[in-house]
């Protein structure tokens, strides 16, 4: 069931157009995130939600109402920021109580509300503490908790990890996910990375300059993206231009590109001249003699652990290649396969 229907947002400062007719529909208790490059639009479209700010045009609806013109703290929503934004002066329990007061729950209710949000937390034993006698962690728990207090209906977050270490941010994602599940909460998450959206998401919204490119599941995204936008921007990918194409038998075409000529899966006709063909790093078979084999000179090595990764040159092209195979050599010549239903034809837009 929708809970929250964004419709044919437009919003500029000055003349910088943010966004451009943007829509979205999003289920109850469903996690979404809004991933794309800085300046897409990711925040502005947190704070028309939210009321912090009003969109040109478009109207916002949760749970079927218009929320266009009603107020922030009517709105049921609650919004977590990236620099946490807790009061210096008070504890990590009148930050979290902050809420309370102001939408002026009654006392009997907001104790039990309180004493749940920092069970759920694990914060009893730092409710003396201000906050700048904890982590960073420990900071980010207390503004997800402020948040969490007022058992809101949709609770919206805005990079809520950028200024964490790359382990703490981890543990703390985790936790972001156990809560919403815990409390079936709605969940609308603002990040540029890709990573974190891809682990956390129900569904990705992928946006590019105020507009969305795609939005599907996180699998759904990195196995089959759209265009050459959320294929460079989602993961790794190799992505090649190509001119030529010849039907064969049984939906399989051929290409030539910058690498040489490959074949692959299409159903569809080629008409657009903005056309590429792309394949992950790990979809190549090092050693392996398929119907698409490419050879190359290894330019350098990165040992991941699990895995390497490979900088490939094949006719003054570098590409990348990640595999669990070992022992290879700067300058080593080696072939390597790909399925032609691993490679997928691009447009440019």
């Known amino acids: 069931m929708s809970i929250l229907k964004v419709k044919n947002l437009f919003k500029s400062y000055g003349k910088i157009e943010v966004l451009k007719n ?6 109850s208790t469903e996690f979404v995130s809004l991933l794309g490059p800085s300046g897409c639009g990711k925040t502005t479209v947190l704070k028309i939600i939210s009321g912090f700010i009003s969109p040109d045009k ?9 929320v266009s013109n009603t107020p922030p703290e009517k709105r049921n929503t609650a919004m977590c920021f ?4 807790l009061f210096p002066h008070l504890t990590v329990e009148d930050n979290i109580k902050f809420g309370l007061y102001e939408k002026k729950i009654p006392k009997n209710k907001s104790k039990d509300l309180f004493e749940e949000a ?34 809101p209906k949709i609770i ?9 270490d790359a382990i703490l941010r981890g543990t703390v ?27 956390i998401s129900d569904r990705v919204i992928l946006m590019k300059e105020g507009e969305i490119n795609q939005i599907d599941t996180p699998e759904k995204i990195y196995d089959n993206p759209i265009s050459y936008f959320s294929a460079s921007f989602v993961g790794i990918s190799n992505i090649h231009h190509f001119k030529n194409s010849k039907k064969l038998e049984n939906n399989f075409i051929e290409v030539d590109t910058n690498v040489g000529k490959l074949k692959l899966l299409y159903k569809n006709n080629l008409t657009d001249k903005n056309i ?19 050879f190359g000179r290894i330019k350098s090595i990165a040992f991941q652990g699990a895995f390497t990764e490979l900088e490939v040159e094949i006719k003054n092209i570098k590409i990348k290649i990640i595999t669990q195979k070992r022992g290879f050599k700067i300058n080593e010549e080696i072939k390597f396969g790909i399925k032609p239903e691993n490679l997928l034809v691009l447009k440019k837009s």
Not at 173 to 199: C, G
């Open 276 to 294: 590429y063909v792309s394949w992950r790093p790990e979809n190549a078979e090092v050693g392996e003699q398929r119907e698409n084999t490419l």
């Open 82 to 85: 990236q620099s946490y934004a």
């Open 118 to 151: 920092i069970e759920h937390l694990s914060l009893s034993q730092e409710l003396g503490k201000y906050p700048n006698e904890l982590s960073g962690g420990q900071q980010q728990r207390v503004a997800l908790g402020r948040a969490l207090v007022t058992r």
């Open 173 to 199: 994602r985790n936790e972001i996910k156990r809560i919403q599940s815990e409390f079936k909460l709605t969940a609308i998450y603002v990040t540029h990375d890709q990573s974190e959206a891809l682990s």
């Open 58 to 66: 478009g109207t916002v609806f949760i749970e079927d109402i218009d």
């Open 156 to 164: 919206l977050f805005d990079e809520p990890l950028s200024n964490l």
């Open 22 to 27: 943007f829509s979205l529909d999003i289920d």
